[in-house]
């Protein structure tokens, strides 16, 4: 087992009347790829400003890399890599110059450090000259990442690094994290799509400032206690409507054109559900089988919780 890289305990952030952060606890390993999957107002970004030291919190302690976030904040801004939510690098700065600016800062060059950056930053490279205002989405990412990568961090915090970027963006950002953590580096990154969680050693899904519960993406789709059922017809919410009243059910969810019905084993038989709906007026009934995701397990959660 690795020693601890992320330590919180009873950590707990308010903003006057809003509780941001409410009184949670957890670990990160060293070399782990740690998620917290959640929507916007979860506390995520509020978490990870405290881990990395630019906001003080109400009460608890955190220590990262044995590190106090209050007192040692000096030795985690050196040892930590940070990537906030919004790009936040300097747009009339060319691609080069932000990235030498940074490794300037901690006192480096990017030619010490290029190894480490080298299978991202080749991907914007021809682009050295271009300034930073002007790069797709998806190169700006990359960008921030190098910047972040460049003075050789212990241990990286990513806010929500792929808000807005394309889909082949997104899965070419999560192959870098996964090279990255091989390499040995202790990644927190947060996010509010739940198909990513997939990608994380463990993960906490968090809602209004709690976490809701921690363990492997894997534990936690197989703790999910119900059947569940895709149903598609013609009209999506008429059909929602119609699932969340019959007989067994638990949760009915829309997603995409289609609703995903929990019931309790054995309770509800799909050819009789199909006969009713029938008889309801909804047309083009399908009905199927199905393994819960991650994202069925984040809404049964916000029920219990």
Known sequence: MNPVAVSVKNLTLRYKTTMAIDDISFEVAGGELFGFI????A????????LTT??????????????DVVKDYRQIRNICGYMPGKFS?????????????????FGTTIAENYDLIKDIYVQIEPFKKRKAGKLSGGMKQKLALSCALIHKPQILFLDEPTTGVDAVSRR???EMLKRLRDGGITILVSTPYMDEAEKCDRVALMQSGKIMKINTPAEIIKDYPYALLSVRAGDVYPLMKELMKYPGAHRADTFGQSVHLSFKKGEIQPAELQ?????????NVEIEEITASIEDCFMDLMTIN
Do not use: M
């Open 172 to 174: 070419e950002f999560w």
């Open 38 to 41: 959640g929507p916007d107002g």
């Open 89 to 105: 690098l300097y747009q009339d700065l060319t691609v080069e110059e932000n990235l030498s600016f940074f490794a300037t800062i």
């Open 43 to 50: 506390g995520k970004t509020s978490l990870f400003r405290i």
């Open 275 to 283: 006969k009713h709906l029938s008889t309801k007026g909804h047309t």
């Open 54 to 67: 630019l906001l003080v919190p109400n009460q608890g302690s955190c220590q990262v890399e044995g590190l």
